[in-house]
């Protein structure tokens, strides 16, 4: 089993930063793509960003410029940092890990999301 602990939510002003980390532990082979969903009242869950075990990321229109994910593979955690922070970034935010073994093959987990909300 692989387990996966977010942390780094909170309350924060417009404008302002935060950083959430993922960090995945338990029976890993190896971990390709780590991503970053979120999911506002209401509405459905959207990715945020990603990126490969090569480095490449994606990021949605919305947070380019403002957000910037990374990933620590020696501690199997991925970041995003959270920049110029607007109240329609307030949602539940969730990381993802895509895992690769030679029995299951690529599977993915959740982590269990952490609340970001963002005062006007």
């Known amino acids: 089993q692989v387990q996966l602990v977010e942390s780094g939510g909170g309350l924060v002003q417009a404008g302002g930063s935060l950083r959430l980390s993922c960090a995945a532990s338990?029976?890993?082979?190896?971990?390709?793509?780590m991503g970053w969903y979120r999911q506002a009242p209401g509405k459905q869950r959207e990715l945020v960003a990603k990126?490969?075990?090569?480095?490449?990321?994606n990021y949605a229109d919305s947070v380019k410029g403002r957000f910037t994910i990374s990933r620590d593979n020696a501690k199997n955690t991925v970041y995003l940092q959270m920049n110029s922070l607007k109240p329609e970034d307030t949602a539940v935010y969730s990381c993802?890990?895509?895992?690769?073994?030679?029995?299951?093959?690529?599977?993915?987990?959740w982590g269990q999301g952490t609340q970001v909300t963002v005062s006007s």
């Open positions: 993802n890990v895509v895992l690769y073994d030679p029995t299951r093959g690529i599977h993915d987990y």
């Open positions: 338990g029976s890993i082979f190896s971990i390709d793509t």
């Open positions: 990126i490969s075990s090569g480095g490449s990321t």
